[in-house]
């Protein structure tokens, strides 16, 4: 599929011009490419990260191919890729969407609201990583290209493809603050949200990090972490070549039983699991939790080169605080262990505040054809920013650090 570039579709185009065109299948594009432009593209942004295990090839064709994206899922891959003289400028993921589940930037109110109005919300555009509330970049702009020449081309191709399409509207969520201001320039509505990291301050251990908090916090994580093994449990860190398809059978029995009871159909399969342990098995972290020879729980976390990025979780006993053990302090653990300078533990849940983990803003951004739809919207995120940067600010303030003692973190 072929879109607008500035020498128009079906035209034979100067030397120099830039074209966009539109891919259906990542694997249509070289995967080192794709990487090269992914990992320009976090330098571009400023980012504190320097390879986002989210963006990568691999990541993105093993969702494609294991049928997790794609056919009647609701997300169809429409990647646009710009070019000059057959050289890569820059990538977007895309996908067109018939729903607005799995993207955890929630906009099922604008939908209700246009289509009560008379309009049609879906299909849409979505730039983004499926199923996945982590920041990283979503313009992949080539090493050595302009940032701002790159980005615009990009968004004329996606603006291109929404008029041909018939999409409401385009969405970029969770991209890096330097992304959102160049869309912004570009004549896209930001938007703000809030998540919950944990920044290591140089922490040489875990007692380390608990010796930076208020007394009562840290005895009450003492406990939590001990009460957590209290029935005989052990937890083992799995990755690289140890990962085996037993694991990931344990790990998906976990997986389903949690995304059952919380929202009806998970969105991963079992195959997808596979494909990333072949694919980048460096870059995945298998927390499990063992009983009297059995795993009855386990954490999945993805690894970047400064981050540890904790994903889903899942259990099949109910043990007390053996989620926050699973999911939260040994993600830390590992952090510490390997010298990483964060942990992101997903999305929402301000539970996270009092085990170390602070308010961190994140950003999207949206580009609305209806023009009564667009001011709707545009005083609505206008209110909703105050109220989250508001929110941000007083969350702070209850961090469990010791006065003084807070990591700011080096975002």
Same mark, same amino acid.
Not at 25 to 49: K, T
Not at 282 to 294: H, N, S
């Given at each position: $599929?072929?879109?607008? +570039? ?15 065109? =539109? ?14 432009? #992914?990992?320009?593209? !976090?330098?571009? #942004? ?8 989210? =963006? ?29 003289? %057959? ?15 799995? !993207? ?19 299909? *849409? ?10 920041? %990283? ?6 090493? +050595? !290209? ?19 399409? !018939? ?88 997986? $389903? ?19 990333? %342990?072949?694919? $980048? ?6 927390? $499990? ?14 690894? +970047? ?8 979780? %899942?259990?099949? /006993? ?6 926050? /053990? ?76 010791? *006065? ?8």
């Amino acid at each position: $599929m072929e879109t607008t +570039g500035e020498a128009g579709c079906g035209a034979t185009p100067a030397a120099g011009t830039l074209q966009v065109r =539109v891919v259906q299948r990542i694997s249509e594009i070289a995967a080192a490419d794709w990487d090269r432009c #992914a990992l320009s593209a !976090e330098s571009l #942004a400023g980012a504190a990260e320097s390879h986002n295990p989210f =963006v990568t090839h691999a990541f993105l064709s093993s969702l494609e191919d294991s049928g997790c994206v794609g056919g009647r899922t609701g997300w169809l891959p429409l990647h646009v890729a710009a070019e000059r003289d %057959g050289q890569v400028v820059g990538y977007a993921p895309c996908y067109l969407k018939s729903h607005s589940q799995g !993207e955890y930037v929630f906009d099922h109110g604008w939908a209700d609201a246009f289509e009560r109005a008379g309009g049609r919300y879906y299909p *849409k555009l979505q730039v983004s990583v499926p199923f996945t509330p982590v920041t %990283g970049p979503r313009f992949l702009v080539a090493p +050595g !290209e302009d940032p701002q020449e790159a980005t615009a081309a990009l968004v004329a191709g996606l603006r291109a493809l929404r008029r041909q399409v !018939e999409a409401s509207s385009i969405h970029a969520t969770f991209l890096p603050e330097a992304e959102a201001e160049r869309a912004g320039e570009l004549g896209f509505l930001r938007r703000v949200d809030q998540q919950f990291h944990w920044d290591n301050a140089g922490y040489a251990t875990f007692d380390d990090f608990l010796g930076a908090l208020a007394s009562r916090k840290r005895k009450a994580i003492k406990r939590e972490r001990r009460d957590a093994l209290s029935a005989g449990i052990t937890v083992e860190w799995v990755t690289g070549s140890d990962l085996t398809e037993a694991h990931w059978d344990a790990f998906y029995r976990f997986y $389903m039983d949690t995304g059952s009871r919380k929202w009806g159909r998970p969105y991963l399969n079992r195959r997808f699991f596979s494909l990333i %342990g072949e694919r $980048m098995p460096e870059r995945i972290l298998l927390v $499990m939790a063992r009983r009297e020879g059995q795993y009855v729980a386990g954490a999945i976390n993805l690894i +970047g080169d400064r981050a540890l990025y904790g994903r889903n979780w %899942g259990c099949i /006993e109910d043990h007390p605080f053996l989620h926050f /053990e699973v999911c939260y302090y040994q993600a830390i653990d590992f952090a510490i262990a390997r010298g990483l300078a964060r942990v992101e533990a997903g999305a929402q849940g301000e539970h996270k505040l009092a085990r170390g983990y602070r308010p961190v803003i994140t950003h999207s951004v949206h580009d609305i054809a209806d023009s009564s739809l667009r001011a709707a919207i545009a005083d609505y995120l206008a209110r909703e920013a105050r109220h989250v940067e508001a929110a941000a600010d007083a969350l702070d303030e209850a961090t469990p650090f010791r *006065k003084g003692e807070a990591s700011q973190g080096d975002d």
